[in-house]
């Protein structure tokens, strides 16, 4: 009977450790002290946004390399492991309790908006830093201390074509097609028309289409060109700005089209002619063709690894591995913390540190809400290559 009760306290004993453990494992504690940096990544690897999550995962690694090579940070190592999300809220989510499960201390994404929204509530619950290469959307970080993000937000976007197109002077006439059911698009287009009238822009037609009508653009295209509309803005994505560019070519409708950084991947469009997004601009923070040192180098490492050249995508990713790089140095944090602590130590930090990135060679820094601060750029595709303006 003594041996019996012995064995039940033992038992007992055990499984209350156990169940400690595992609270605290919730909490952001690790049951085993790592000595390695564990940094997630979350983002289309298949699917139709695929080359958005290709690209930042591509430099998101790139910068890992580097990192490593010349002796990590804060002298240890990093890993960097990304999950497929497909550009699906639901799937992002899985794909963020897998991370979880791997071990993951920082997590830098996700690649696209729906899914960046749906897991920034996840990790704002489990408080882990969390700063996405190009999650556009306000609702992506404006509602979360623990988010930071390295792109422009959607209204800052549509404000910032409108500013450029003013001062460059590149249109008299502006028609925009843009997607209204869909949050990236809306949100530009809203900014952008609110701007553009600050800026005197004379926009003569807008036009939308909606996730369930987004293959024939014909009725669109031709109130854009009976309207004599010199320039199109278009704040939507590659996929569909494909199409759009092809339709108005058989309208022998050939104006200015314009962008935002959705349409970087359409030279990549399978059995698209490049021909046709000649002279095609958008607004980035990146070209891939800069002259400066950091650009040039970036530019050539990439391509001799992957055998294409980046896209703002993978810049983006790249800056923001640094940017964690730089936070992380900023905090003094080690890995053997658990991620609570660091998010703590990062969210101070990153208000406080400038990187001379990619996409802000001027430098970048961000405030508290999460929004960087930098300059974007103009490029222009030109024989198949994008060139910048600026």
Same mark, same amino acid.
């Given at each position: 009977?003594?041996?019996?009760?012995?064995?039940?306290?033992?038992?007992?004993?055990?499984?209350?450790?156990?169940?400690?453990?595992?609270?605290?494992?919730?909490?952001?504690?690790?049951?085993?002290?790592?000595?390695?940096?564990?940094?997630?990544?979350?983002?289309?690897?298949?699917?139709?946004?695929?080359?958005?999550?290709?690209?930042?995962?591509?430099?998101?690694?790139?910068?890992?390399?580097?990192?490593?090579?010349?002796?990590?940070?804060?002298?240890?190592?990093?890993?960097?492991?990304?999950?497929?999300?497909?550009?699906?809220?639901?799937?992002?989510?899985?794909?963020?309790?897998?991370?979880?499960?791997?071990?993951?201390?920082?997590?830098?994404?996700?690649?696209?908006?729906? +899914?960046? #929204? *749906? !897991?920034? /509530?996840?990790? =704002?619950? &489990?408080?882990? @830093?969390?700063?996405?290469? +190009?999650? #556009? *959307? !306000?609702? /992506?970080?404006? =509602?979360? &201390?623990?988010? @930071?993000?390295?792109?422009? +937000?959607?209204?800052?976007?549509?404000?910032?074509?409108?500013?450029?197109?003013?001062?460059?002077?590149?249109?008299?006439?502006?028609?925009?097609?843009?997607?209204?059911?869909?949050?990236?698009?809306?949100?530009?287009?809203?900014?952008?028309?609110?701007?553009?009238?600050?800026?005197?822009?004379?926009?003569?037609?807008?036009?939308?289409?909606?996730?369930?009508?987004?293959?024939?653009?014909?009725?669109?295209?031709?109130?854009?060109?009976?309207?004599?509309?010199?320039?199109?803005?278009?704040?939507?994505?590659?996929?569909?700005?494909?199409?759009?560019?092809?339709?108005?070519?058989?309208?022998?409708?050939?104006?200015?089209?314009?962008?935002?950084?959705?349409?970087?991947?359409?030279?990549?469009?399978?059995?698209?002619?490049?021909?046709?997004?000649?002279?095609?601009?958008?607004?980035?923070?990146?070209?891939?063709?800069?002259?400066?040192?950091?650009?040039?180098?970036?530019?050539?490492?990439?391509?001799?690894?992957?055998?294409?050249?980046?896209?703002?995508?993978?810049?983006?990713?790249?800056?923001?591995?640094?940017?964690?790089?730089?936070?992380?140095?900023?905090?003094?944090?080690?890995?053997?913390?658990?991620?609570?602590?660091?998010?703590?130590?990062?969210?101070?930090?990153?208000?406080?540190?400038?990187?001379?990135?990619?996409?802000?060679?001027?430098?970048?820094?961000?405030?508290?809400?999460?929004?960087?601060?930098?300059?974007?750029?103009?490029?222009?595709?030109?024989?198949?290559?994008?060139?910048?303006?600026?």
């Amino acid at each position: 009977m003594k041996f019996k009760k012995i064995v039940s306290a033992v038992l007992v004993s055990a499984l209350a450790v156990s169940m400690m453990a595992g609270c605290g494992s919730k909490n952001g504690s690790s049951d085993s002290k790592s000595d390695v940096f564990k940094i997630g990544g979350i983002g289309p690897m298949t699917g139709d946004a695929a080359a958005y999550g290709e690209a930042v995962d591509n430099g998101a690694k790139l910068a890992v390399e580097e990192i490593n090579k010349n002796g990590g940070i804060n002298g240890k190592q990093v890993e960097f492991k990304t999950e497929d999300d497909q550009a699906d809220a639901e799937k992002a989510v899985n794909a963020y309790n897998t991370l979880k499960d791997w071990g993951m201390q920082i997590l830098m994404g996700t690649v696209t908006s729906g +899914s960046c #929204t *749906a !897991v920034a /509530s996840e990790t =704002d619950s &489990d408080h882990m @830093f969390q700063i996405t290469p +190009s999650g #556009t *959307a !306000v609702e /992506s970080v404006q =509602d979360y &201390d623990n988010v @930071f993000r390295l792109c422009f +937000s959607d209204p800052e976007q549509g404000t910032k074509s409108a500013e450029y197109i003013a001062k460059n002077k590149l249109a008299t006439k502006i028609a925009v097609i843009y997607n209204s059911s869909d949050v990236y698009s809306n949100g530009i287009y809203t900014n952008f028309a609110a701007e553009a009238k600050k800026e005197g822009l004379d926009v003569v037609a807008a036009e939308a289409f909606t996730a369930d009508n987004k293959t024939d653009f014909s009725v669109q295209l031709k109130k854009a060109q009976s309207s004599g509309a010199d320039l199109v803005f278009l704040p939507i994505y590659y996929q569909e700005a494909s199409a759009i560019l092809q339709q108005a070519a058989k309208l022998d409708y050939h104006p200015t089209f314009f962008g935002c950084d959705g349409l970087d991947g359409i030279l990549g469009v399978e059995g698209f002619d490049k021909s046709l997004a000649e002279g095609t601009m958008l607004l980035t923070p990146y070209a891939s063709d800069a002259q400066d040192e950091k650009t040039q180098t970036f530019t050539k490492a990439y391509e001799d690894k992957y055998g294409n050249t980046p896209i703002q995508f993978a810049a983006d990713a790249y800056d923001a591995i640094y940017a964690i790089k730089a936070a992380v140095e900023e905090a003094d944090v080690t890995p053997d913390m658990d991620y609570s602590e660091m998010c703590d130590k990062l969210m101070d930090a990153m208000t406080k540190i400038k990187i001379d990135g990619l996409t802000g060679v001027d430098g970048i820094t961000w405030e508290k809400n999460g929004e960087p601060n930098k300059a974007p750029k103009g490029v222009k595709i030109e024989n198949g290559a994008y060139v910048s303006m600026d």
